[in-house]
Each structure stands twice: as C-alpha cells, then as structure tokens.
C-alpha cells in the first residue's frame, strides 16, 4: 500500500498562518481528488476539516483551506488561533478501494 | 441526533478475537457508508476497511484482509468490526466513522465514533 509523508511538526504566531504538505505519488494525490483533511485535538476524535481536496464541511470555519499541485496536497490554517494547536492528518484514496492516511502534522500556535 | 456510540473498551490476549459494535441513528442507517480506522497508541491514523450499509459490500485494508470481518445488522442499525487472530500491535484505539454517500467510500468521514479501546497482552 502506498504511503503519504507530512513534516512532523509545524509552527505558526497567532494571527499568522501554516501550511502543512501531504507527499504522495502519482497512484494518490497525484491520479485522484479525494484528498481529505482531519485535526485531531489529544484524546479526541478526529474531526473533518477538508475533503475533496478543498472543499470545507458545514460549520468548519473559512481559515481552513486546501489545494493540491501534481503529487502534493496542502492545509493553510489563516489567522492561527490557540484553539487549532492540534495534530493533522492528510489522507487520500489509494485505488483498489482503499484510503491511505499521513503520518501526521504536530501544529504548534 | 447524528453520533455514534461505539461498545466499551476491551482487554484481549494475543491470537483473541474482539468485536466492537457502533450504532448509529436508524433515520440515516442505510444513507452513508462508513469506514473504521484504528489509531495505536501515540501513531497515526490506519484506515481499515468500508462497509456499504445497503448491501453489505465491503472494502478491506490488504494488510488486514485475512483478519477482518465488517458487518452491519439493519434492524439494529449497528455495525460491528471483528478483528480475529489479535496481535500486540493491534493494540488501538478503533473509531467507525460516517462518509458522505452509501455508493462508495468517499474518504471524508463527517461523524465519528467516540473509539473504543482494544488492548492486546500477551
């Protein structure tokens, strides 16, 4: 199964902004735009933040945001906020009916 | 009300089988498909499996494949993940997770699972 990489960890000030990259390959990201995103607070339940490579569920605030180029997915997290100090993980459909998830982005307001 | 109320933690032994149960709301049961990922102690997110609530169909991760069982009882509206032949590394906590369709796995999971935890000792 295929394998996607994000940097470890990511920092920002509040007020400015981060953006995280999910590395895949030309069998992922790069074929297919079912790239989604999830913040996941300690202990919590991940939550869905993007999907589709930049489409934002209902009730996910407008500072979150997506983009793909070729084998690489991108989350800008705008105008930080203490409250987005959280893990992220980027995952994307692999083909063969199945989901490939990132190792996972620290962010650190 | 959308949530999903997973079953209670587990404590198995190694080459155990667990099954854990998620039930879901029967206004929206056999609306969406819905996916388990499995998250390890302090690792990432694994994506396991999707289970078409229609029809029963099933995806499977291929590492997992030959140990995992996806069903769902309409009548309950419940689903349940079976996992047999346990390992230490299965030791996890495993969330379901609503998509966006029934038809196919769309890879964006809107409602989750609060997570059950299953430890695997030796």
């Known amino acids: 199964q295929s394998a996607l990489t994000q940097p470890p960890s990511a920092s920002g000030s509040p007020g400015r902004s981060v953006t995280i990259s999910c590395t895949g390959s030309?069998?992922?990201?790069?074929?297919?735009?079912?790239v989604s995103w999830y913040q996941q607070h300690p202990g919590k339940a991940p939550k869905l933040i993007i999907y589709e490579v930049t489409e934002r569920p209902s009730g996910v605030s407008d500072r979150f945001s997506g983009s793909k180029s070729g084998n690489t997915a991108s989350l800008t997290v705008s105008r930080l906020q203490a409250e987005d100090e959280a893990d992220y993980y980027c995952?994307?459909?692999?083909?063969?009916?199945?989901?490939?998830f990132g190792p996972g982005t620290k962010v650190t307001v | 009300q959308v949530q999903l109320v997973q079953s209670g933690a587990e404590v198995k032994k190694t080459g155990d089988s667990v099954k854990v149960s998620c039930q879901a709301s029967p206004y929206y049961f056999t609306d969406y498909g819905f996916t388990w990922v499995r998250q390890a102690p302090g690792r990432g997110l694994q994506w396991m499996g999707w289970i078409n609530t229609h029809n029963g169909n099933t995806n499977y991760a291929r590492k997992l494949q030959d140990r995992l069982s996806l069903t769902r009882d309409r009548s309950t509206s419940t689903l349940y993940m079976e996992l047999k032949t346990l390992k230490s590394d299965d030791t996890a906590v495993y969330y379901c997770?609503?998509?966006?369709?029934?038809?196919?796995?769309?890879?964006?999971?809107?409602?989750w699972g609060q997570g059950t935890m299953v430890a695997v000792t030796s």
């Open positions: 995952s994307s459909y692999a083909g063969s009916n199945f989901y490939v």
């Open positions: 030309s069998s992922d990201i790069g074929r297919y735009n079912y």
């Open positions: 997770a609503r998509g966006k369709t029934s038809d196919y796995d769309s890879g964006a999971y809107e409602v």
